[in-house]
C-alpha cells in the first residue's frame, strides 16, 4: 500500500459554541425566556413600573423598591442605579450589583433631536440644582444626565420636566432610544432635507409604546439631512441620511446594523432610497425584524448588528420587503462623504440670515446653574431655542448679526469660548468611574484636567484632533472611532502597583477615515503617564506628518514605534 501523503487532512469549520442552539427568536417560536433580562420582561412590561414609582416607592424610599424594578424595569423611564462612592475600579467585576450601588439614582433626560427651548433647558437647570445636587452632563446621544437623584423626588421631577415638553420615557432599557436628529434641522443653509417631520412621527406612533417596549436589546436610531452627516450614522442600528436621488429630489438612505460597545461594527447601506413619508414606516419594519428576529438568548450577541452580520444586507432587505412592507423599497445613490468636521462649533450663517452659535462644554460636564445661566442668556439676546448635539456640546440658534459679538462674550464669562482649542472642542468622556457601575477608571474629571494641560503644553493645533475616554470596554465615549481613544483598565505601573490607566487606540473615524482605531501591541497608558503620552503623539504628529495629512492617515503608514 502507498504512503499516505505528508499533508494535513482538512479540518471541520469551527463552529460557534451556540451554533445549532435557538437563539431565543421570537419570530422561530423560541419564546421561553432564556436569562434574567428576558424573564424580568416577560414577568412586567417595563413601561408598567412608573405607577409603582409615583404611588408606592416615592413613600417607601429607596429600601421599599422590588429589585426587578430597581435593577430592571427603571430603565424604561430612564433610572439607573449609580454607583456609591469609594469603590475603586479594581472591584467592579468582582462586587454584586447591590454592593455597587449606591440609594440614589442617574436620570437620563431623553432630548429627541437635541430640540431644546431655553424654558426647557432652564428647567432642566432648576431640577439639577434643586434635587440632583446640581449636577448635568451633555451625552453624545442628544440627551442630558443628572445625578444623586432620590426615589422620593421623581414624580416630581418628571412633573417639572413634562411641562417643558420633555421626557424620561425609554431613556434607557430594551426600548427604541432616542431618536438623533441634526442640530441644525430646518436651519442649515446647506441642508439637503429636514428629518424633523419624519422624526416626531416615529415619536408620536411608536415611543411609549408596548408594540415596541420589549426588545432584544436597545435599537438607536439617527435621522439628519444635513450634508455634514452630524448624527454618527455608521453606528446607529438604523439611520437616514440625507441624499438627492437623480430623479425623485431630496430624501434619504437607509443604513443598518452598526454599533460599538466590544464587538464593533459599522452600519451598511440598505442600498435603500426613502421619502420623508416613508421613513416611520421602513423604520417600524426594521425595529419590527429586531424585535422578531433579534437574539435573545445571549445579551452580548442581542443587538442588530449581530443578526444583520449573520444573514447579510441582501436577505435583512429581503425580509424587510416581503414579511413586513409587502412591497418592493426604491433603490438609490449613496450620499456623497462629508470631508470636513461634524460637529457645529462656532459662528455660522442660518437659511434665514440670522446666526447659530456652538460651544463645547469639555467632555459634556455643566451643572444646574450654567445651564440656567445659558438659557438667561439666549433669551437677553433674542432667541428661545437652544439644541443638544451628538458631541456633547449645546448649539444657540436664531442670533441676529448685531448681537452676536455680544452673546458671545457673555459665554466667554460662563467658560465657554466660541472659539475654543482643538483638545477643547473635540474632547469626549464617559460618565466614569464617579457614577458608573460599569466603569474601572475614573474619565470626566480626568478629561477635564487632560484638556488643560495639553492647553499648556500645546497651545492649539491647526487640524480637529478627537480624543475620547472611556471608563470601560463599552465604548459609550467611542473609544474605537477616536483619533486617539483611550478604554478604560487597570495596569501595573514602573513600580508594579495596580492603577487606573488606559488601552490605546488610534486612528479611528467615521466619515472619510470610517474604521476602528489601531491598537498598539501591548501598549497601556497609566493614568498619571496620559498627558505625557498624549504630547508625544501629537508631537510625533505634526512634526511627521505630510502636507494636508490626517491624523488617522498617518497612524496607518507610522510604524509601532512612532506610537508609542
Not at 464617579?434 to 495639553?454: H, M, N, P, Q, S
Request: hydrophobic share 40%.
Amino acid at each position: 500500500m502507498p504512503a499516505a501523503p505528508d499533508v494535513a487532512a482538512p479540518r471541520a469549520p469551527r463552529k460557534r459554541p451556540d451554533a445549532g442552539r435557538g437563539q431565543g427568536q421570537w419570530a422561530l417560536g423560541h419564546r421561553e425566556p432564556l436569562n434574567p433580562n428576558e424573564r424580568m420582561k416577560k414577568d412586567d412590561d417595563g413601561l408598567h413600573c412608573r405607577a409603582r414609582i409615583e404611588n408606592i416607592y416615592r413613600h417607601t424610599g429607596f429600601d421599599g423598591i422590588d429589585p426587578g424594578d430597581l435593577r430592571g424595569r427603571f430603565r424604561w423611564w430612564g433610572l439607573y442605579t449609580q454607583r456609591a462612592p469609594g469603590i475603586d475600579g479594581g472591584r467592579t467585576a468582582v462586587l454584586e450589583p447591590h454592593e455597587l450601588e449606591d440609594p440614589f439614582f442617574m436620570l437620563r433626560v431623553r432630548v429627541d433631536g437635541g430640540l431644546l427651548t431655553t424654558a426647557a433647558l432652564r428647567t432642566i437647570g432648576e431640577v439639577s440644582t434643586r434635587y440632583a445636587r446640581d449636577t448635568a452632563d451633555l451625552t453624545d446621544r442628544q440627551n442630558i444626565q443628572l445625578h444623586w437623584v432620590r426615589i422620593e423626588d421623581v414624580p416630581d421631577i418628571w412633573s417639572a420636566l413634562e411641562g417643558v415638553g420633555l421626557s424620561t420615557a425609554e431613556a434607557c432599557g430594551d426600548v427604541p432610544r432616542v431618536v438623533l436628529g441634526s442640530p441644525l434641522a430646518g436651519i442649515a443653509a446647506d441642508e439637503i432635507i429636514d428629518g424633523t417631520p419624519a422624526m416626531q412621527a416615529i415619536l408620536d406612533q411608536f415611543i411609549g409604546s408596548d408594540e415596541f417596549s420589549n426588545l432584544p436589546r436597545k435599537f438607536k436610531t439617527a435621522i439628519s439631512g444635513s450634508p455634514r452627516q452630524d448624527v454618527a450614522h455608521e453606528i446607529n442600528d438604523i439611520s437616514f441620511v440625507g441624499v438627492v436621488h437623480p430623479e425623485l429630489g431630496a430624501g434619504f438612505d437607509v443604513w443598518v446594523g452598526g454599533g460599538l460597545s466590544t464587538n464593533p461594527m459599522l452600519a451598511q447601506r440598505l442600498g435603500v432610497f426613502a421619502t420623508l413619508e416613508e421613513i416611520p414606516e421602513i423604520w417600524k419594519g426594521v425595529i419590527s425584524i429586531f424585535r422578531d428576529y433579534g437574539y435573545r438568548r445571549l445579551r452580548n450577541r442581542a443587538r442588530l448588528k449581530f443578526l444583520v452580520g449573520d444573514w447579510g444586507i441582501a436577505k435583512f432587505r429581503q425580509v424587510l420587503e416581503s414579511e413586513y412592507l409587502h412591497r418592493s423599497l426604491t433603490d438609490g445613490p449613496a450620499p456623497a462623504v462629508w470631508e470636513g468636521a461634524r460637529d457645529h462649533v462656532g459662528v455660522h450663517p442660518q437659511n434665514d440670515g440670522r446666526f447659530y452659535v456652538g460651544i463645547a462644554p469639555t467632555v459634556g460636564r455643566v451643572n444646574g446653574k450654567l445651564l440656567t445661566d445659558i438659557a438667561d442668556l439666549v433669551e437677553a439676546h433674542g432667541s428661545t431655542r437652544v439644541r443638544a448635539t451628538t458631541e456633547q456640546s449645546l448649539v444657540i440658534l436664531d442670533i441676529e448679526a448685531d448681537r452676536l459679538e455680544s452673546l458671545q462674550a457673555g459665554l466667554a464669562e460662563l467658560g465657554l469660548p466660541t472659539a475654543p482649542s482643538t483638545f477643547r472642542r473635540n474632547m469626549m468622556a464617559c460618565t466614569g468611574l464617579e457614577f458608573c457601575k460599569l466603569a474601572i477608571v475614573e474619565t470626566k474629571a480626568r478629561g477635564i484636567a487632560l484638556v488643560d494641560e495639553l492647553e499648556k503644553r500645546l497651545g492649539d493645533l491647526d487640524v480637529p484632533l478627537t480624543i475620547n475616554l472611556n471608563g470601560c470596554p463599552n465604548a459609550c465615549a467611542r473609544t474605537q472611532i477616536a483619533d486617539i481613544g483611550l478604554k478604560g483598565m487597570i495596569v501595573t505601573d514602573a513600580d508594579g502597583q495596580q492603577v487606573e490607566g488606559f488601552q490605546v487606540h488610534l486612528g479611528g473615524g467615521l466619515g472619510l477615515d470610517a474604521g476602528f482605531g489601531r491598537k498598539v501591541r501591548g501598549h497601556k497608558v497609566t493614568g498619571e503617564e496620559l498627558p505625557d503620552y498624549v504630547e508625544r503623539i501629537v508631537n510625533s504628529y505634526t512634526a511627521s506628518r505630510e502636507p494636508g495629512e490626517r491624523f488617522a492617515t498617518w497612524v496607518a503608514r507610522s510604524d509601532e514605534l512612532a506610537l508609542r
